[in-house]
């Protein structure tokens, strides 16, 4: 499986960004759940949220990213979407797409920074 994100930048406090990850490979099967890891500067990396690829898509966040962050999923192109709004400085890290499968599987992470 291999992931190729998108997106991320630097934004001003309260605004928002967009990540996406497309999917590819021909084992693409056996991928269960998508989604965003974080890892912010000297911290381990950490959930921000996740999607399942079942039918009814369902999904686990962070606490610290409840009620701002959406993550959504686009079946027919195999891509999840990270919509992140109300930024705040402690969201900056550098975001790693994940694919969740008999082993887990890492995009290139794109940095996310959040000014004051």
């Known amino acids: 499986v291999q992931l190729q994100a998108s997106g991320g930048g630097l934004v001003q406090a309260g605004g928002s960004l967009r990540l996406s990850c497309a999917a590819s490979?021909?084992?693409?099967?056996?991928?269960?759940?998508m989604g965003w890891f974080r890892q912010a500067p000297g911290k381990q990396r950490e959930l921000a949220a996740l999607?399942?690829?079942?039918?009814?898509?369902?999904?686990d966040y962070a606490d610290s990213v409840k009620g701002r962050f959406t993550i959504s999923r686009d079946s027919a192109s195999n891509t999840v979407y990270l919509q992140m709004n109300n930024l705040k400085p402690e969201d900056t890290a550098v975001y790693y797409c994940?694919?969740?499968?008999?082993?887990?599987?890492w995009g290139q992470g794109t940095l996310v920074t959040v000014s004051s």
């Open positions: 994940h694919a969740r499968s008999s082993r887990p599987f």
């Open positions: 999607i399942t690829t079942t039918t009814d898509g369902l999904t």
């Open positions: 490979g021909t084992s693409l099967f056996s991928v269960t759940a």
